[in-house]
């Protein structure tokens, strides 16, 4: 089992900067992918950004490159959304995942956070 608790989530005005944190423990980390998907009311899950824990290979949603960047601290089992330039659109609860085999889409993740939220005003 991998357990993930996300933090960091608030809410800013347009154009604001958020640092989402998300804390993984359980079992040796170093072969999962890490990812952040999120989620809006009435929408579909959405995959944000992801990481290999071991080399630090990261992938993006192309509609939020330049945004967003996502990062790993070893040391501390933590994973990091930066997230910059934010607009009302990106308000959503965000969560964390984790899976020994990627592939794109929610399903492929079987380890999840309980969410944390991001809203953004204008």
């Known amino acids: 089992q991998v357990q993930l608790v996300e933090s960091g989530g608030g809410s800013v005005q347009t154009g604001g900067s958020l640092r989402l944190s998300c804390a993984a423990s359980g079992r040796t980390l170093s072969n999962y992918v890490m990812a952040w998907f999120r989620q809006a009311p009435g929408k579909e899950r959405d995959f944000v950004a992801a990481?290999?824990?071991?080399?630090?290979?990261?992938t993006y949603a192309d509609s939020l490159k330049g945004r967003l960047t996502i990062s790993r601290d070893n040391a501390k089992n933590t994973v990091y959304l930066q997230m910059n330039s934010l607009k009302p659109e990106d308000t959503a609860v965000y969560y964390c995942?984790?899976?020994?085999?990627?592939?794109?889409?929610?399903?492929?993740?079987?380890?999840w956070g309980q969410g944390t939220q991001v809203t953004v005003s204008s």
């Open positions: 990481i290999t824990w071991n080399s630090g290979y990261t």
């Open positions: 995942a984790a899976t020994l085999t990627y592939r794109s889409g929610p399903d492929a993740f079987p380890y």
